[in-house]
């Protein structure tokens, strides 16, 4: 029985769609304003999997809808000022006008900055104050001279200042900013970047598309009908959802997924948009369906003037409109549960008149950045494309896969060490079982020997195997339990082989590796990389395999040392250029891998890194002895009368040399105390009894 974890409920819920093996799947999208980040590759690659196991092993047939935020008071205060910065810089400022503005900027800032009520936020607009006033101080140094510094130090301050100036650009211009174009520049721009991430991250394409900008008459449609309904009133442009009416209601109740933050006005502020000037509203509780423009906000006709859709109101007209009045699951991350869903839910049932709009609503867990909580209003975030510089997209859905979709993952150093460490180990069981195959006869393919007590062994843990990988994915897609079990299986395989040496039954581990293929190909685990050329290679590199195998044969047993040495050179320095891989075993030909030349030429560089550093450490430990023993021979040779007069601290000595008084902390001689004399005889006496007089 398959059951998924449903945030409505809190328990993983038996899984029933509405219409036989269909599923109805709506994915809350981007608001196109940033780049995507690693919470956003966190919450789609989550849900592609999700997909793929619902889809390609469970055999479900699913339509998958995802909209793009392109109309939201983000996008319009970042699309104003970016226009406002670089009208600014094309007027070409000079420095006096620059540090003036700056100056004048950096006020409301500052009174911004220590207003903050969220210390995280506070620290960071505090250190974006610190940066800019250091860039602002560097600038006054050189201003007003002939320095060649001067341009670049006004490029920085540009740079430093972006936030505090955008701000106050806008603040006295932003009103004048009318164009959509402007908008639609950034948007266009954000949401290509954003596929061209998703493409890289492997995460397959949503069946229907849909952007807000696209859908204002039916919002306007779906509006009307909440109103009509009773539950939402017009006021002053804007339109309003009646939460207090609607929770009054029998056949209702507001805040299905987190009731406990009803009351939560931070969060019900941030859900309304920093440009909502909520004039008219009922309740602080109500939310936005409809906001009244202002100047500078892009605008659009409806019964209630002029405005825009709010943000929470898309969601569901877009979602029915493809998906119907009823959906099977909706899914975003967890940070939009409340205000955003619970207020989708609501609005959805005000406008159908029923209670059961979504059945499975699914959040992916938060993702952390070496435990600290990761936010674009932080600019605590790291870009997916920063992260597929340092790791390949297989390595990233490698860490997610080990982890529960909706559990907290904490992207570190740590994680992603364990993801390549796996992806080695599997990739070392692929290239094992490829060079057993093509090391095989024809004949020997189709002679099967009789299966021994090992074989029969193998094949019962693996059955056991693969029914814990199913049962595994029935458990609301525990992909971490079901890498368990297929690792599990390559070391079945490993102690196999190791215990039945050369009579390994071929047939038997390439079944267990088309079963681990295939389920790499049910998470969206992609292929190792591979040369282009490989199949042209493949011959090439098993025929000098074999001939380098017979020459290390016969340079060891007439031990040739160098003839051995040239073989090594062979392996490590020229093949990996060649995309060919070679790892010498004990009882066995070498294993022969073709692997992109790239990869192999990075693991040689962090060979020779290893080993490099490894000599460094024992160069430096044998400096350290060689010190150490010349300090020891040193000591040997001093005579013991001389010991201590060389210590400023000691005024007077007996007749072999030993401390009688020394200088206190002001300077005025005293006695040696008992226990210190003690301790400076001891001192003495092993002298006495190392001392070597020099010959």
């Known amino acids: 029985m398959l059951k998924l974890y449903n945030s409505l409920s809190r328990t993983k819920d038996e899984f029933k769609t509405l219409e036989g093996r269909t599923i109805k799947w709506y994915m809350c999208g981007p608001t196109v304003y940033d780049v995507a980040h690693m919470g956003h590759a966190r919450s789609y690659m989550c849900f592609d999997i999700v997909r793929r196991v619902l889809a390609d092993y469970f055999g479900y047939n699913i339509t998958y809808a995802m909209n793009i935020t392109d109309i939201d008071d983000k996008i319009i205060v970042r699309a104003r000022r970016n226009f406002l910065i670089e009208e600014y810089c094309a007027a070409k400022p000079d420095a006096a006008k620059l540090i003036s503005d700056v100056t004048e900027a950096l006020a409301p800032f500052q009174v911004k900055a220590e207003n903050e009520a969220d210390k995280d936020k506070r620290a960071m607009l505090q250190r974006l104050l610190q940066e800019a006033q250091a860039a602002l101080e560097s600038l006054k140094k050189v201003a007003g001279s002939a320095s060649a510094d001067l341009n670049t130090q006004m490029d920085a301050l540009i740079s430093r200042a972006r936030d505090p100036l955008g701000a106050w650009l806008d603040f006295h211009k932003g009103k004048n900013v009318t164009d959509h174009s402007i908008f639609a520049k950034l948007t266009q721009h954000v949401e290509r970047l954003f596929h061209a991430d998703m493409q890289a991250l492997n995460i397959l394409p949503a069946d229907f598309l849909t952007r807000v900008s696209e859908y204002v008459p039916e919002v306007v ?94 969601c569901s007209v877009m979602c029915s409109d493809i998906l119907g009045e009823k959906v099977d699951i909706h899914s975003g991350g967890v940070d939009l549960k409340f205000p955003h869903h619970d207020n989708e839910i609501a609005q959805s049932e005000a406008c159908f008149g029923h209670d059961s709009w979504i059945q499975y609503f699914l959040h992916a867990g938060h993702l952390t950045i070496e435990g600290c909580k990761m936010s674009k ?164 590199a098993y025929a000098l395999s074999s001939f380098r195998d017979q020459i290390r044969s016969s340079a060891r047993d007439h031990k040739l040392q160098g003839l051995l040495e040239a073989c090594d050179v062979l392996r490590n320095d020229v093949l990996p250029g060649l ?88 300077g005025e001689e005293k006695p040696v105390s008992g226990k210190q004399r003690k301790k400076l005889q001891k001192l003495y006496d092993a002298q006495v009894a190392i001392y070597e007089p020099a010959e």
């Not at 009882?587 to 000599?615: G, H, Y």
């Open 221 to 314: 449609d779906f509006i009307q009908k909440i109103i009509d309904n009773g539950f939402a009133y017009a006021a002053e442009g804007s339109v309003y959802f009646d939460v207090k009416r609607f929770d009054d209601d029998p056949n209702h109740h507001y805040a299905k997924l987190v009731p406990e933050a009803v009351g939560d006005r931070a969060a019900l502020a941030e859900g309304e948009g920093e440009l909502s000037a909520s004039t008219g509203k009922r309740s602080d509780r109500d939310f936005v369906l409809w906001k009244g423009s202002k100047p500078g906000e892009p605008e659009w006709d409806s019964p209630w003037g002029k405005g825009r859709p709010g943000w929470h109101i898309e």
């Open 377 to 540: 209003s932080l600019k605590n975030f790291i870009t997916i494309q920063a992260a597929l510089d340092k790791y390949t997209s297989r390595q990233l859905r490698l860490a997610f896969l080990t982890h529960s979709w909706y559990a907290t993952l904490d992207y570190s150093e740590n994680v992603m060490h364990e993801a390549k460490q796996l992806e080695s180990f599997f990739d070392n069981f692929f290239h094992y079982v490829k060079d057993l195959m093509q090391r095989q006869s024809p004949e020997a393919l189709c002679c099967v020997a009789k299966p021994t007590g090992a074989e029969k062994e193998l094949h019962q843990k693996f059955t056991e195997r693969q029914a814990a990988v199913h049962e595994a994915l029935c458990d609301s897609i525990n992909t971490a339990v079901a890498m368990q079990h297929l690792r599990e299986m390559v070391s079945l395989v490993n102690v196999y082989v190791q215990n039945v040496k050369s009579a390994v039954d071929v047939q038997l581990v390439k079944k267990i590796e088309v079963y681990i293929t295939k389920m790499f190909g049910v998470f969206g685990l992609p292929e190792a990389k591979t040369d282009d050329s490989q199949d042209g290679k493949q011959a090439v």
């Open 579 to 666: 995309g060919i891989s070679l790892e010498d075993r004990a009882d066995a030909p070498a294993l022969v891998k073709l692997v992109d030349s790239s990869v192999l030429l990075e693991e040689r560089r962090k060979e020779k890194e290893i080993i490099e550093e490894k000599k460094r450490k024992k160069a430096e430990a044998q400096r350290r002895a060689q010190e150490q023993q010349a300090a020891k021979d040193a000591k040997k040779r001093i005579k013991p009368s001389e010991l201590f007069r060389g210590d400023p601290k000691f005024t007077q000595f007996d007749e072999n040399g030993v401390p009688t008084h020394e200088k206190d902390d002001k």
